[in-house]
């Protein structure tokens, strides 16, 4: 089955802990991405890739890190979380050709205390 | 960068009623113009998009409407029904998915 997936769907954290969210795709696609959601504000993209070792900014990058050193993986790394981080976070792949859909995973819920 | 805006945030129309929701772009080289369908506790789906050089596409009861002219474009669903009942999420791009800006959403009620 085609899929995006992430992990883990839920994370309570406290401040400054470091953190990855990890994603996963089996459709070969060549851009990932991901994004936060929050109320009020839709959903802001945090950074994307294009394809392996590509990566690049989106709107609201400070205090992310991602790495891209797989086609079918692009972790999202919280260094030092901070409650302002608290949010839903969405990573998303798509084809670079054709429709270009975006797929997203299901989500993870992150609270930082 | 690119600014979205989506207006109305809530709308609530009557079963088989139609609904509009309209999105406004701010950079004119943006050709790319999804829109997402976000049932509650689920994750964002594709119902349709559309590119510059069309100026409308229509998929069953679902519309989109692009002016380039006047930079926006709108989401038409006619014959509303319950399983409409969702958050709508307009965006756009330049080229394809490589930056895409999100509106901040319609949550729309359909009325029994």
């Known amino acids: 089955e085609a899929q995006v997936t992430q992990n883990p769907r839920y994370l309570i954290t406290v401040t400054g802990k470091k953190l990855t969210v990890t994603c996963s795709q089996n459709?070969?696609?060549?851009?990932m991405s991901w994004y936060r959601q929050d109320p009020g504000l839709g959903l802001r993209q945090i950074y994307y890739?294009?394809?392996?070792?590509?990566?690049d900014k989106g709107d609201v990058p400070e205090g992310y890190k991602v790495s891209r050193k797989e086609k079918r993986n692009f972790p999202l790394i919280l260094e030092s979380p901070s409650p302002n981080q608290t949010s839903l976070y969405f990573c998303?792949?798509?084809?670079?050709?054709?429709?270009?859909?975006?797929?997203f995973g299901p989500g993870t819920r992150l609270t930082v205390t | 960068g690119e600014n979205v805006e989506q207006h109305p945030s809530t709308l609530s129309v009557q079963e088989g009623d139609s609904a509009v929701i309209k999105c406004t772009y701010s950079d004119s080289a943006s050709n790319y113009f999804p829109w997402y369908k976000q049932e509650l506790g689920k994750r964002p789906q594709l119902i349709i998009d559309?590119?510059?050089?069309?100026g409308e596409k229509k998929d069953q009861r679902i519309a989109v409407t692009l002016n380039k002219t006047a930079k926006h474009f709108s989401l038409h669903i006619t014959e509303t029904q319950p399983e409409d009942s969702a958050v709508y999420f307009c965006a756009a791009s330049i080229g394809g998915n490589e930056k895409l800006t999100f509106g901040t959403g319609t949550r729309l009620t359909i009325i029994p």
């Open positions: 559309i590119r510059s050089n069309v």
């Open positions: 998303a792949s798509s084809s670079l050709t054709g429709r270009r859909e975006q797929y």
């Open positions: 890739s294009m394809n392996v070792e590509v990566t």
């Open positions: 459709m070969n696609h060549e851009y």
